[in-house]
């Protein structure tokens, strides 16, 4: 059956030559030349043996049987067109788009994306950061996630999705050397800081009724990552929120020295798209047997 198919190419130019009644206006639309439609049709016509046009001084007419294979090729092609466009379509819907903030993109969800990815080669997680709060209308997700209610558009129903608590954490070589077994040790240590979690050491102090010294030395950057970072190579102690502490702490190379000091910090929500899809659900399952699992794991490492 393929081997009688007929050259697809000249089909096409065939097509759009008969829709126009013209050569120069197909040979427009496909963006090739005139003298490339022309032969197209007439090696058509000669693989068919049978004359399509009757070729005039300004018009190209075609023939009667020009006009029953237009007839049948047409619609043959837009089977195929429409046929593309729902394979298209259909593979497109196999993604799942979720929208966090860049931080918690990049040291909670990313690194576990893989196991998802293993357990569902059919899903493509697409994941888009922004720091605005949640509006479908305006991002277009599937799933998002944010700490806290504050904000959220009123058509987005947020659920909770797991606890969060602020932990000291330190390089196991800064601990060994600058010993933090109280409050009062803290002291003699550099405290690290992030801008955009600015509020965290002065409402963490206030919480375990810790007053900070005029003289405290500290070092400000811009986020967390660098904070962490700093803390690893331990160039001070950090407080950072459990859920971005990443594999830090499973790898030793940070420690929570004083793992009784756990600030409860609020929630992390999510939300999903009104026209919610089956892999956003299955995206969801997976998301929370992540926090289960975290949960855990967490506290044995912070208590150990």
């Excluded at 008969?18 to 022309?38: I, N």
């Excluded at 904000?151 to 000291?168: K, M, R, T």
């Amino acid at each position: 059956m393929i081997n009688q198919l007929p050259p697809l190419n000249a089909v096409r130019a065939f097509v759009a030559a008969a829709r126009h009644q013209s050569f120069s206006l197909a040979a427009e639309e496909l963006h090739v030349s005139h003298s490339a439609v022309s032969r197209h049709i007439k090696r058509l016509e000669e693989h068919l043996a049978v004359q399509l046009f009757e070729r005039r001084i300004r018009q190209s007419v075609l023939t009667p049987a020009g006009q029953r294979f237009y007839e049948q090729v047409s619609a043959g092609l837009s089977q195929i067109a429409n046929a593309a466009a729902a394979l298209k379509q259909q593979a497109s819907l196999r993604t799942v788009k979720i929208n966090v903030r860049p931080t918690f993109a990049l040291r909670w969800l990313t690194p576990r994306l893989a196991d998802f990815m293993a357990l569902h080669p059919d899903i493509k997680p697409v994941v888009v950061t922004s720091t605005l709060a949640p509006d479908h209308a305006r991002d277009g997700f599937d799933i998002v996630i944010r700490r806290g209610r504050d904000g959220w558009a009123s058509d987005i129903h947020a659920q909770v999705l797991f606890e969060d608590d602020l932990l000291l954490v330190a390089a196991p070589s800064l601990i060994q050397r600058l010993p933090l077994d109280d409050l009062n040790a803290l002291s003699r240590h550099t405290l690290l800081t992030a801008k955009t979690r600015r509020e965290d050491w002065h409402n963490w102090a206030l919480q375990f009724g810790e007053t900070q010294s005029a003289t405290q030395t500290t070092l400000q950057f811009d986020h967390m990552q660098p904070v962490l970072q700093a803390a690893v190579e331990g160039e001070g102690i950090a407080l950072c929120p459990a859920s971005l502490l990443g594999d830090d702490l499973s790898s030793g190379r940070l420690i929570c020295p004083l793992p009784e000091l756990r600030m409860p910090l609020p929630r992390y929500y999510y939300g999903v798209a009104p026209d919610v899809t089956a892999q956003t659900q299955v995206f969801l399952e997976w998301l929370f047997a992540q926090v289960e699992v975290d949960a855990g794991q967490v506290g044995r490492l912070i208590a150990g």
